[in-house]
């Protein structure tokens, strides 16, 4: 395998087959990522990745599940993507599901017989950061897609079956903005009406360019009770018809799950009262990206 590191994925492909189409970020100009800051972005040659998919082929015949890295293999046109999906379905009898990250631009930007055609070929489930449903937050870090943008995604993905894993920053709008994110945010998911859904909590990353903002003391990040309150009011405003929730990434201080709408109280008493200190949260030192 010719992975170049370092690699992301979501927490959910842990056991998938994990595919490098492209090196890095097209987008790579968020504040608060470090992900993909020692790679120039390129799509890797095809003789590569057919070498990588024939490789794993040959040990793993089962593999139900394939996830296309790096940040956003669908920046890719069909007429390079969908033979990719060709040769993976031939590769694995037992294929059910590819998945990958998606920019919310790179969605909008095909039409709706495109994004059938990937369906089709097995392109089930798309994860989008949409970080803050604040356009001016968004605008504040660096964000390429819009909040417009990202919740036409959702819903044109949605038209061609392709479902969406939507992926919100806690604290994204630090101290100043906090209540802005959490209003806008509850907005734009309420609009995108995702399958499923997943809070991850910021932490600054050394060298990137919001690690700058907070040394000269223009943004003020939130400690672990204001991230737990704005989880609690996000959740608390939300109208999801069937959306399944996750918040269990490492750089949360409290894991939690369920489904909306079934566990929406449930999941607003445990964040009440984690905040009133009845449940012990995750120690600083055990948080993690």
């Given at each position: 395998m010719s992975i170049i590191e370092p690699v992301i994925r979501p927490p959910a492909e842990a056991d998938s087959f994990l595919l490098q189409v492209t090196?890095?970020?097209?987008?790579?100009?968020?504040?608060?990522?470090?992900?993909?800051?020692?790679?120039?972005?390129?799509v890797k040659d095809r003789k590569e990745i057919t070498a990588d998919i024939n490789g794993y082929a040959r040990r793993y015949q089962d593999t139900r599940r394939v996830f296309l890295m790096d940040g956003d293999a669908l920046v890719l046109a069909n007429s390079k993507l969908v033979p990719i999906l060709e040769e993976l379905d031939a590769a694995f009898p037992l294929l059910a599901r590819i998945s990958s990250y998606a920019n919310g631009c790179n969605i909008t930007r095909k039409n709706d017989h495109e994004l059938a055609e990937l369906y089709k070929h097995k392109l089930s489930l798309i994860y989008l950061g949409l970080?803050?449903?604040?356009?001016?937050?968004?605008?504040?870090?660096?964000?390429?897609?819009?909040?417009?943008?990202?919740i036409e995604a959702v819903n044109k993905a949605a038209k061609a079956h392709i479902k969406s894993s939507v992926i919100v920053l806690l604290g994204l709008g630090g101290k100043k903005y906090s209540e802005e994110h959490?209003?806008?945010?509850?907005?734009?998911?309420?609009?995108?009406?995702?399958?499923?859904?997943?809070?991850?909590?910021?932490?600054?990353?050394?060298?990137?360019?919001?690690a700058e903002e907070v040394r000269r003391g223009e943004f003020e990040e939130?400690?672990?009770?204001?991230?737990?309150?704005?989880?609690?009011?996000?959740?608390?405003?939300l109208d999801l018809k069937k959306t399944v929730f996750r918040?269990?990434?490492?750089?949360?201080?409290?894991?939690?799950?369920?489904?909306?709408?079934?566990?929406?109280?449930?999941?607003?008493?445990?964040?009440?009262?984690?905040?009133?200190?009845?449940?012990?949260?995750?120690?600083?030192?055990?948080?993690?990206?």
């Open positions: 090196l890095g970020c097209s987008a790579d100009r968020c504040s608060f990522c470090g992900a993909y800051k020692s790679k120039t972005f390129r970080e803050s449903g604040s356009q001016g937050v968004l605008d504040r870090c660096g964000k390429s897609s819009s909040v417009e943008e990202m959490v209003i806008s945010t509850v907005a734009a998911l309420n609009r995108m009406q995702p399958r499923y859904l997943s809070f991850l909590s910021l932490m600054v990353i050394p060298g990137t360019p919001l939130l400690n672990s009770t204001e991230l737990l309150k704005e989880s609690h009011e996000i959740i608390k405003g918040s269990d990434h490492a750089s949360n201080y409290l894991a939690l799950e369920g489904a909306f709408p079934k566990d929406k109280m449930m999941l607003l008493n445990i964040l009440e009262s984690a905040i009133g200190g009845q449940i012990r949260l995750k120690p600083e030192s055990l948080r993690g990206l």
